[in-house]
């Protein structure tokens, strides 16, 4: 069944259309939901609050562009909007941290970040506070702008960058520590 007719079948309200989208989907929207939440089971939630948003408003696609990539931006604003809810969550900046020698920091921690693994690396994601996490992800992931992200998060542009930047040294850090341990690991034989 192509797209136009899994569509229409399931504006018709027709249940093996809504399985078989929700199944064809489900997977790689899992997969941009855990980039936005503290753990899995969160993430789950927002993936099923996105379908039930995305099955809401499907008469509103318009063909143009992918389908994939329509239900990724409604999972994305999903996400965004459960933040959204949770304003204190939004303006819970971390303590201050110095942002000197930012790109001789970010090379350091990208070689030492090759001997986590992928897996690894979302998970010290996932522990950074929900702003930071929220920020990282739109636009080092998703590419947002800063004035995309200022926009869909209610906050300046400036407040946008910053946020980057205290992300990107926190995950450093956390980079740092990982390699560390992985290093006294591998020298100790552990």
Not at 24 to 42: H, I, Q, S
Not at 73 to 78: A, I, K, S
Request: charged content about 30%; some cysteine.
């Amino acid at each position: 069944m192509n797209e136009k007719d899994l569509i229409q079948n399931c504006l018709d309200g027709n249940e093996k259309a809504f399985k078989a989208f929700y199944h064809l989907f489900y997977g790689k929207m899992l997969n941009a939901c855990v980039r936005y939440a503290r753990d899995k089971e969160e993430a789950k939630d927002l993936v099923q609050e996105g379908f039930l948003r995305v099955f809401k408003n499907l008469e509103q696609y318009d063909f143009k562009g992918s389908l994939e990539g329509w239900v990724r931006r409604v999972m994305v604003n999903t996400a965004i909007n459960h933040y959204r809810k949770n304003a204190k969550d939004l303006l819970n900046f971390m303590e201050e941290e110095k942002v000197l020698r930012l790109e001789q920091q970010d090379e350091e921690a990208s070689d030492e970040a090759s001997l986590l693994t992928a897996e690894q690396i979302l998970a010290l994601v996932q522990q950074l506070t929900p702003t930071y996490r929220t920020v990282f992800n739109l636009s080092v992931v998703d590419g947002y702008s800063h004035k995309e992200i200022a926009e869909l998060l209610g906050i300046t542009e400036s407040t946008s960058r910053s946020n980057l930047v205290k992300a990107r040294l926190k995950l450093q850090d956390m980079v740092n520590t990982e390699t560390k341990k992985y290093s006294t690991r591998v020298a100790y034989g552990k």
